[in-house]
């Protein structure tokens, strides 16, 4: 019986789940680790299906981080507060650019010169203020440090005006202090803008040069935010077998460790295969590239 056979060209072509032949569920994972690798005369003759889930949502994790394409992205508009909320399912980011006119991403980097700290409120003579506490309705007590919210830091990092670097009339004390000029740090050596995560509170901050600006964010998830994207790529599925098999033996007291030591090669090599097919090299994309870099330059 083919796997096709439950929906015909008709029903794919006017749906809208295109392209979904490509993966296969972590259901059917796990199903068919049960099958194949569980039972008598096999070296894992027992297992709890729950530990095969684990194992298995183990698995789409670690391979999500560099192995699948599991890049997603977030398109805003940068508002007046110059700040974008982390995504729900937010584990790193891979790209943050700024869209220009013409609809190309202009990357853009984070600068590590600021940051958001916590704040502490101090009144006029520089002591620290404490938020009360109630204790039994009738009794306050000072309790943990009063935060100031914006931190000075934040506050001067949105009111900053960052000058033009390709304007003839700059001067070098404009740019000199980021080394856009002596030096050319290249992380700064651009005017695309820029930015720094504050991951205490979940956000993104830009400078004050991207407030209106289309901002794209390309970030990495762990790919079970939600039950449609538990699933596997097939290049994938049998590196997704081995981290399982070997996520179990490793934790049993009785394996002989030569076994374990066996699946632990044995994800590593699927794992590495599983990347190399989906890294998508496709030859003659890679002779055009090679052709470039041969070019001389007179």
């Known amino acids: 019986m083919g796997l096709l056979d439950n929906q015909t060209q008709n029903a794919y072509y006017t749906g809208s789940s295109f392209g979904d032949y490509q993966f296969t569920s972590l259901e059917n994972i796990i199903n068919a680790f049960m099958f194949t690798h569980v039972g008598e005369d096999k070296i894992i003759t027992k297992v709890n299906r729950a530990d095969v889930q684990f194992h298995a949502m183990r698995a789409i994790q670690e391979l999500s981080y560099d192995v699948f394409r599991s890049v997603k992205s977030q398109e805003i508009e940068v508002s007046n507060t110059l700040k974008m909320p982390l995504p729900q399912d937010y584990v790193n980011y891979v790209k ?3 869209v220009d006119s013409s609809g190309i991403e202009r990357v853009l980097y984070p ?5 958001n700290p916590f704040a502490i409120t101090q009144d006029a003579d520089g002591n620290y203020t404490y938020s009360d506490e109630e204790l039994d309705g009738l009794t306050t007590v000072a309790h ?3 935060e100031q919210t914006p931190s000075d830091s934040l506050t001067k990092y949105n009111d900053q005006t960052e000058p033009n670097v390709y304007s003839d009339d700059t001067v070098d004390i404009e740019v000199e202090g980021r080394g856009r ?3 050319l740090d290249p992380q700064y050596a651009q005017a695309n803008g820029t930015f720094y995560i504050d991951y205490q509170r979940g956000y993104i901050h830009f400078g004050s040069a991207l407030s209106g600006e289309t901002i794209i964010l390309k970030y990495i998830s762990d790919g079970l935010g939600t039950d449609e994207e538990m699933v596997v790529h097939k290049f994938c599925e049998e590196a997704c077998y081995k981290h ?3 996520g179990i033996l490793s934790t049993r007291s009785n394996m002989p460790p030569f076994i374990v030591q066996r699946f632990k090669k044995e994800r590593f090599a699927e794992t590495r295969k599983a990347k190399i097919r989906l890294s998508n090299i496709k030859i003659e994309e ?3 590239v090679l052709k470039g870099m041969g070019k ?3």
């Open 111 to 115: 600068t590590g010169k600021t940051c």
């Open 144 to 146: 943990d440090l009063k």
């Open 286 to 288: 890679f002779t055009q």
């Open 296 to 298: 001389q330059i007179k």
């Open 244 to 246: 399982i098999a070997y």
């Open 96 to 98: 943050i650019a700024r």
């Open 181 to 183: 000029r002596y030096g």
